[in-house]
C-alpha cells in the first residue's frame, strides 16, 4: 500500500468519562474481533486531525465543515 502512513503516536486530547453506560452493558462481554468489511473506518488526518468515520463521504462533509477544505488527500483507511 502506497500513500499517507498513520504517525505510530497520535496526538493526545483530554479524555471526558462515560456517564452513560450502564454495569450491564459492560459486563455483557459483547466485543469481538472485526474485519474491514464490517467496520469500516477512515480517519481525517488532515493537519493533525486524526477523527474517525465510518465513511469517506463522512470524511469529505467533515473536511467541508470543520477545516473549510474538499482535499481529499491524507485519508486513512483499511478499506481500500
Not at 456517564?19 to 480517519?43: F, K, N, W
Not at 486524526?50 to 473536511?63: D, I
Request: hydrophobic fraction near 30%; charge should be negative.
Amino acid at each position: 500500500m502506497h500513500g499517507p502512513s498513520l504517525p505510530s503516536v497520535l496526538k493526545s486530547k483530554p479524555a471526558t468519562h462515560d456517564t452513560m453506560t450502564t454495569h450491564d452493558q459492560l459486563t455483557a462481554g459483547l466485543a469481538r474481533v472485526t474485519s474491514p468489511q464490517e467496520t469500516p473506518i477512515y480517519i481525517c488526518a488532515f493537519q493533525d486531525c486524526n477523527r474517525l468515520f465510518p465513511s469517506r463521504e463522512r470524511v469529505m462533509l467533515h473536511r467541508k465543515r470543520d477545516h473549510n477544505s474538499e482535499e481529499d488527500r491524507d485519508i486513512f483507511t483499511w478499506n481500500e
